[in-house]
């Protein structure tokens, strides 16, 4: 074997080592930051804490996060990637409709009912904001992509999401704060009713 293949494959040997090293380093510092704000609340944890309970170092921590809300966030990120799937796969095997999908409303509030204690930590708080505001954002691009493949009217393609995500959130939010005592089959079930009876379908398709 050359010097030059032998550096090729020690570079294919340690990439996933140096990936699951970071892999690791970061669930580490997403399971102390999300300890401490069962703990704490989330605006009394600061990076230090997070750090000292990781026990990684600060250098450590900035190599992969801007603060602590970056943190939140990106364990947020894999909230979505959970959600698109959901929708990826409901596309697939789904034939051409008059109405959208929806699939992530289920797995949505079955993330939410397990973790029903975080998001008492976090409500009311910055860290409530820096959530709300991710899943927002998630679900706003959910919903716009599956409005694009029915056939909703142009001009109230906007208001349609703006509709839905913001009626699902409200729902959601205060199921959350009566104690998610409805089961979330349940909860999407009737989210599901109110808004499939009033969605603006083209004329032409009807």
Partial sequence: MSRN????????????????????????????????????????VTVRDICAKADVGRSTFYAHFR????????????????????????????????????????????HAQRSRDLYRALAGGRGG?????????????????????????ADAREITVEFVVGAFLAIMTSWLDGGAQLPPERVDALFRRLVFDGLPTSKALE
């Fill in 5 to 44: 293949d032998r550096a090729g494959a020690c570079a294919l040997n340690e990439r996933p080592t140096s990936d699951g090293r970071v892999a690791r380093t970061r669930a580490l510092l997403q399971q102390a930051h999300l300890s401490l704000i069962l703990k704490m609340g989330y605006e009394r």
């Fill in 129 to 153: 904001v820096v959530s709300l505001r991710a899943i927002r954002k998630i679900l706003t691009d959910l919903v716009r992509k599956e409005i694009r493949e029915i056939a909703v009217e």
């Fill in 67 to 110: 603060g602590k809300d970056d943190l939140k966030r990106s364990g947020i990120e894999r909230l979505r990637q959970e959600l698109v799937d959901h929708q990826r796969h409901s596309l697939a095997s789904s034939a051409r409709s008059l109405r959208p999908s929806l699939a992530f409303t289920l797995p949505m509030l079955q």
